[in-house]
C-alpha cells in the first residue's frame, strides 16, 4: 500500500547516539509531505481528466459509429432509389416504345385505308366519267340523228296549225 502524507508526518524514527539533527530531518519531510502532496492532487486531477477524456471519447466513438451506420443506410437507400428510378425509365420507355408502335400501326392502317378509299374513289370516278360521256354521246348522236329533224318539223307544223286555228 503506498504512503500517504499522513503517514510521512506521522514517521517517527528511533533515536540513536550521535543520531541526524531533529530540526533538520523534519524540515525535509515536510518538503517531502509538501511535494508528496502536490503529486498525488496532480495524480488525481491527471486521474479525473483522463476519465473525462475516455467519456468523451466513448461520446464521439458512439457518435461516429453511429454517423458511419447512417452513411451505410444513406448509401443503400440512395441505390435503392437508383435501382427503383432505373426500373421506372426503362418502364417509361418501354411504354413509349409501346405507344409508338401503336401510334406508327394505327397511322399505317390509316394510311391503306385512304389510300384504298381514295383508289375506290378514282375508280368510281372514272367510271362515273365514262357513264357520263356516253351518255352524252347518247345524247350528240340522238341530235345528230334524223328522226330529230321529223320530230322537230312535224311538231312545229302542227304549231302553226294550232296557232291557225
Known amino acids: 500500500m503506498p504512503l500517504t502524507p499522513l503517514d510521512i508526518h506521522n514517521k517517527e524514527f528511533t533515536r540513536g547516539f550521535r543520531g541526524y539533527d531533529e530540526d533538520e530531518v523534519n524540515e525535509f519531510l515536510d518538503q517531502i509531505i509538501k511535494d508528496y502532496e502536490a503529486v498525488l ?22 457518435i461516429e459509429e453511429t454517423l458511419n451506420k447512417s452513411i451505410l443506410v444513406a448509401q443503400e437507400s440512395a441505390e435503392e432509389v437508383r435501382r427503383n428510378a432505373q426500373k421506372e425509365a426503362q418502364l417509361i420507355v418501354k411504354e413509349a416504345e409501346k405507344n409508338a408502335d401503336r401510334i406508327i400501326n ?42 330529230w329533224d321529223e320530230v322537230t318539223e312535224d311538231s312545229g307544223d302542227e304549231r302553226s296549225e294550232e296557232y291557225a286555228e
Open 41 to 62: 492532487r496532480e495524480k488525481k486531477e491527471l486521474f479525473d481528466r483522463v476519465t473525462d477524456l475516455d467519456e468523451k471519447l466513448e461520446h464521439f466513438q458512439n
Open 106 to 147: 394505327d397511322a399505317l392502317a390509316k394510311s391503306r385505308k385512304i389510300m384504298l378509299e381514295m383508289e375506290e374513289l378514282k375508280k368510281q370516278a372514272s367510271v362515273y366519267k365514262m357513264r357520263f360521256k356516253m351518255l352524252i354521246e347518247a345524247q350528240l348522236e340522238m341530235l345528230n340523228t334524223d328522226d
